[in-house]
């Protein structure tokens, strides 16, 4: 059985960076391409970054393009988000996420509906 374990959330001042991980177990890592999504209180899961199964492409919000980069390690099958220039707004909890179907990255990149396995949040919260 797949599992997902994110960590290094946590609480930061504006500006500040944070690093999360996701650490998966089970399932061939380096055959799916993977994705973050974040959650705030009273708002939708929204796509944040999502990078395909070699890691040579990644794909960003525009609300995060330049100051998050999402990265992995297959060696590690681990997953990466470094979190730069943190503003309040980026506060919420951070899930990872694996995609349904092995070597697709493109299309549905963004779409929640397109992953299947999900790790269970990290919250990192940003304070003015």
């Known amino acids: 059985q797949v599992q997902l374990v994110e960590s290094g959330g946590g609480q930061v001042q504006a500006g500040g960076s944070l690093r999360l991980s996701c650490a998966a177990s089970?399932?061939?890592?380096?055959?799916?391409?993977m994705g973050w999504f974040r959650q705030a209180p009273g708002k939708e899961r929204e796509f944040v970054a999502a990078?395909?199964?070699?890691?040579?492409?990644?794909y960003y919000a525009d609300s995060v393009k330049g100051r998050f980069t999402i990265s992995r390690d297959n060696a590690k099958n681990t997953m990466y988000l470094q979190m730069n220039s943190l503003k309040p707004e980026d506060t919420a909890v951070y899930y990872c996420?694996?995609?349904?179907?092995?070597?697709?990255?493109?299309?549905?990149?963004?779409?929640?509906?397109?992953?299947?396995?999900w790790g269970q949040g990290t919250q990192v919260t940003v304070s003015s």
């Open positions: 996420a694996r995609r349904r179907r092995t070597f697709e990255f493109s299309t549905g990149a963004d779409n929640a509906d397109e992953y299947d396995v």
């Open positions: 089970g399932g061939t890592f380096s055959s799916y391409a």
């Open positions: 990078v395909k199964w070699s890691g040579t492409f990644t």
